[in-house]
């Protein structure tokens, strides 16, 4: 699995483009989508930890960081971003909600600076071979072991 690491520079632009993200949502009145009740900081750590994500697919893809210049946009080029943060003993699952658009879905686990690209899968496979992981949200969860390697990815996006 690829391993990317974000220089300080990158991480600096990581930070900065939570900071925008979070005053624009502010700005235009909109709240978090999921988990309401959690406060800034965990708000900040969030938006923060998809960002480095971002980042780390668009370097290892070499496509463009899309995130930043359209706000309800895919992340990187046409592909969605998810990521957990590393922790030991975790099962990690590529999360896709109902509402989520249809599309591939990079999946990453995040030791900032460090990200894993553990691999990727389309909505429509985490939906039909995940499991129901959050009901109230209608969350599927495709287990890591299961996801695409990335050099598949690569092979689709250049054909």
Not at 81 to 91: C, F, N, W
Not at 126 to 145: F, H, Q
């Amino acid at each position: 699995m690829p391993l990317v690491t974000l220089t300080e520079s990158q991480m600096e632009m990581a930070h900065v483009e939570t900071l925008r993200l979070i005053a624009d949502s502010e700005k235009r009145g909109l709240k978090h989508r999921f988990n309401h009740d959690q406060g800034v900081e965990w708000r900040y750590h969030n938006h923060l930890q998809a960002a480095i994500s971002e980042i780390a697919v668009s370097m290892f893809t070499g496509l463009p960081w899309t995130s930043c210049k359209a706000f309800r946009g895919s992340d990187v080029s046409g592909l969605e971003v998810r990521s957990q943060e590393r922790k030991d003993g975790k099962d990690y699952y590529l999360l896709v909600r109902d509402k989520d658009r249809e599309g591939r879905y990079v999946f990453c686990v995040v030791d900032k600076p460090n990200v894993v690209i553990a691999g990727w899968a389309t909505a429509h496979e985490v939906r039909t071979k995940g499991v129901l992981l959050y009901p109230d949200t209608n969350c599927y969860g495709l287990p890591r072991e299961q996801l695409q390697p990335m050099w598949k990815l690569q092979t689709v996006l250049t054909s």
